[in-house]
């Protein structure tokens, strides 16, 4: 059972550049979510999904777009890096009542 | 902005119970407080949440006082292992909107030591 899974786990992009990171969960989960969490501090919601072809904005969501197509797969696209994107991003997933599972994780530099 | 309030850190010897506290003086009547606890830069780990009454699982326990102001996350063994951030977040359990966001704040930085 691979959980939450994270597609890169490190990246490095320069400014201006497009990417896209894939999330994707085996648990049949309804809610998924992107965080980032920069040095020092605590994980920061971007976007989330409260099922497949919903999404909606967190706190901070500028410079960052989502899409939930399939139920197992949220993507968070970046489509004009900047270094101030230079984060650890971090999806999760939970059902309604439960905690969330998170994945290990993607380290994004933007230079 | 989270809505909980917790010391930046705490030191515990290891084999002692490590005792961490949580202020959620503005929580509402469907808020539910939840634990977890960040390793190193791994994602984060649910360990536990509760209403009003005391819980216990396989990892901690969780206490939150009458008034439900505060609650306390008491890890019964310290290991070396539970060196972490922890987080406490108070939130809305059936969620369908953004009352039901995890909103993490800075957490306690727990130190175990031998």
């Known amino acids: 059972n691979a959980g939450v899974t994270q597609t890169p786990k490190f990246r490095v992009l320069k400014t201006g550049q497009s990417m896209t990171l894939l999330c994707a969960q085996d648990?049949?989960?309804?809610?998924m979510y992107w965080y980032r969490q920069d040095p020092g501090m605590g994980l920061r919601l971007i976007h989330y999904s409260v099922g497949e072809g919903t999404t909606a904005k967190g706190e901070v969501p500028d410079g960052y777009n989502v899409s939930r197509l399939k139920k197992q797969n949220f993507l968070l696209g970046l489509e004009s890096a900047a270094p101030s994107q230079t984060s650890v991003y971090f999806c999760?997933?939970?059902?309604?009542?439960?905690?969330?599972?998170f994945g290990q994780g993607t380290r994004l530099t933007v230079v | 902005d989270a809505k909980t309030t917790q010391p930046p850190s705490m030191d515990c010897a290891e084999g002692r119970a490590a005792n961490l506290p949580c202020n959620h003086s503005t929580i509402s009547g469907n808020e539910y407080v939840y634990w977890y606890r960040q390793i190193h830069s791994q994602g984060p780990q649910y360990i536990i949440h509760?209403?009003?009454n005391n819980e216990t699982n396989e990892m901690a326990s969780l206490i939150i006082t009458e008034d439900r102001k505060s609650s306390t996350l008491i890890l019964p063994h310290a290991t070396l292992r539970d060196t972490a951030v922890y987080y406490c977040?108070?939130?809305?359990?059936?969620?369908?909107?953004?009352?039901?966001?995890?909103?993490f704040g800075k957490g306690t930085k727990l130190s175990v030591k031998p």
């Open positions: 509760g209403l009003k």
């Open positions: 977040i108070v939130r809305v359990k059936n969620y369908g909107g953004s009352q039901g966001n995890l909103i």
């Open positions: 648990m049949n989960h309804e809610y």
């Open positions: 999760a997933s939970s059902l309604r009542q439960r905690g969330a599972f």
